[in-house]
Each structure stands twice: as structure tokens, then as C-alpha cells.
């Protein structure tokens, strides 16, 4: 090899290597700014068009059950499911002593229901919700998204 194509080599690599470093910093700085284990989620379902569609990435905020309010939207782990939900909140009760929301897809005829050891429920527990949705960035996560359908991985 030639010492231009060794040096090019060796650029690329250094770019590479500093490219994750510059991902895992912004990633780890979203994270502790915002108070959330998942900062960036891309939506993976039509459920909250036209608002959200397949492969839009949304920035998330912790947030605490007692600041959430109707019409925000939000994201809450279900169980026994892979993915995070992104839904809206419709209206707020209280179950077993604790705030807990009627949530629903834009896009969805029917609220979501909640399981529980006695059974399902029709509002999410505020224990379950995670975070609060702050931005949306139109379709930069559907190629990832796809790639991941196609290997298997999602």
C-alpha cells in the first residue's frame, strides 16, 4: 500500500472511532439533561398519525406523574410488550391511591388498556410512565427502523 492510501486509512478510522464518541456523549449528556434512561425513540407504529408516523425519532423528558396533564403526550412501558408506547393522555383517574391515565393513539377507536394482577385496567398507572414527548424529528429513524425489521431485530 501506498503511504496517501495508508493515510486515508487511517483518517477514516480516527472519523469512525471519533463519530461513536460524539454519539455516546450527546446520547449520555440527552440523558442525564433530560432525566430519562431513553431520551430519543423512534416511533414504530401508525397508532398516533397524523401527529407521529413510522420512523419519526422523538425527543423525550422525564417527568413525574403529578406534572403530566390532559393532552400531553407521552410514553409508558407496558407489560409483556417490547416497546415503549407513545400515546396521548385523555382524561386522569386515580387507581388504588395512585394518579393513573386514560391513554389513547390519535390514531386509535379504543383507550388503552392497563395489565394488572387482578386484571386489566382502562388507564396506565403513573408508575408506568416514563416520559413526556418534547419534539418530534420527521422520518431520520426509518431506515434504522427498517434495517431492524429485515434482520430480525425488531
Not at 449528556?29 to 425519532?57: C, N, Q, W
Amino acid at each position: 500500500m501506498d503511504e496517501k492510501m495508508v493515510r486515508e486509512i487511517k483518517e477514516t478510522i480516527i472519523f469512525l472511532v471519533v463519530s461513536v464518541i460524539v454519539v455516546f456523549v450527546v446520547h449520555s449528556g440527552l440523558k442525564i439533561a433530560l432525566h430519562t434512561d431513553s431520551p430519543l425513540v423512534i416511533v414504530v407504529s401508525g397508532s398516533m398519525e397524523p401527529v407521529f408516523y413510522r420512523g419519526d425519532v422523538v425527543l423525550l423528558e422525564g417527568v413525574s406523574p403529578e406534572d403530566i396533564k390532559i393532552g400531553d403526550v407521552v410514553v409508558y412501558k407496558r407489560p409483556f410488550t417490547k416497546y415503549p408506547i407513545i400515546h396521548r393522555v385523555r382524561g386522569i383517574e386515580e387507581y388504588n391511591g395512585e394518579r393513573c391515565f386514560v391513554i389513547q393513539g390519535d390514531n386509535n377507536f379504543i383507550h388503552d388498556f392497563y395489565p394488572t394482577s387482578e386484571g386489566e385496567i382502562d388507564c396506565v398507572p403513573g408508575s408506568a410512565i416514563e416520559a413526556k414527548a418534547l419534539v418530534v424529528f420527521p422520518k431520520i429513524g426509518y431506515i434504522p427502523m427498517v434495517i431492524k425489521e429485515r434482520l430480525g431485530l425488531a
